[in-house]
C-alpha cells in the first residue's frame, strides 16, 4: 500500500505517544503563505476584546442542520457581549446550514432583526429570527467568530428623519 497506518499505543502511566511530534524539533517558516501564524494573531485579539471569551461560563452548543457545522456561543456576565463561533469541520469542502438561536437566552426580540459582524472578516450580515443561514470556506477561513450587536440604528432614530 502506498501508506501504512501505525497504531501507537500511550506511554504506560502518562497520556503521551512514544514518538509524539511534541519531542521534534522543526524548522517552521512562519513567514510562508497560508500560515496561520496570522489568523492565532487574530483569534488572540478578539479573545482579548472579548469579555465572554475570557472566561469559562456560559458555554452553549447551538443546533444546526449540518453535521460538518459545529456552533457554540458564549456570552459575558452581564449579557452585554454575546459570541457565536461556527466552525466548518470539513477543511476541504465549503459547508453551509441554518443556525438555531437561543433569541430569548440572548435577550434578543424575535421580531427585530438584528446585526452580527464576524470578528475575524468584519464582515457584517443582518439576521432575523432564530433561525440564520451560515456559509464557510475553509480555503478563506475555517470559522465565523461573530459578534451580535446590542441594537441596531434605524432610519427612524437619526434627526434628519421626518
Given at each position: 500500500?502506498a501508506?501504512?497506518?501505525c ?5 504506560p502511566g502518562r497520556?503521551?505517544y ?19 501564524r496570522?489568523?492565532?494573531s487574530?483569534i488572540?485579539?478578539i479573545?482579548r476584546?472579548n469579555p465572554a471569551?475570557?472566561?469559562t461560563?456560559?458555554?452553549?452548543f447551538?443546533?444546526t442542520n ?9 456570552v459575558s ?6 459570541i457565536?463561533?461556527v466552525?466548518?469541520l470539513?477543511?476541504h469542502h ?10 430569548a437566552?440572548?435577550k434578543?426580540?424575535p421580531?427585530?432583526p438584528?446585526?452580527?459582524?464576524d470578528?475575524?472578516s468584519n464582515?457584517h ?9 451560515v ?5 478563506a477561513m475555517?470559522a465565523?467568530?461573530l ?5 441596531m440604528k434605524r432610519?427612524?432614530d ?5
Amino acid at each position: 500500500p502506498a501508506f501504512e497506518l501505525c497504531e501507537q499505543a500511550a506511554l504506560p502511566g502518562r497520556e503521551e505517544y512514544l514518538n509524539s511530534e511534541k519531542f521534534e524539533i522543526r524548522d517552521w517558516d512562519l513567514q510562508r503563505p497560508g500560515h496561520i501564524r496570522q489568523a492565532i494573531s487574530w483569534i488572540n485579539r478578539i479573545r482579548r476584546e472579548n469579555p465572554a471569551l475570557q472566561q469559562t461560563r456560559h458555554l452553549e452548543f447551538y443546533d444546526t442542520n449540518n453535521e460538518a457545522l459545529l456552533a457554540y456561543g458564549k456570552v459575558s456576565d452581564d449579557l452585554m457581549n454575546r459570541i457565536i463561533v461556527v466552525i466548518n469541520l470539513d477543511n476541504h469542502h465549503t459547508q453551509s446550514g441554518w443556525l438555531r438561536l437561543p433569541l430569548a437566552e440572548l435577550k434578543i426580540d424575535p421580531q427585530q432583526p438584528f446585526l452580527v459582524r464576524d470578528l475575524l472578516s468584519n464582515d457584517h450580515y443582518l439576521w432575523n429570527g432564530e433561525n440564520n443561514y451560515v456559509q464557510i470556506d475553509p480555503s478563506a477561513m475555517p470559522a465565523h467568530i461573530l459578534s451580535i450587536r446590542q441594537s441596531m440604528k434605524r432610519e427612524t432614530d437619526f434627526d434628519y428623519f421626518i
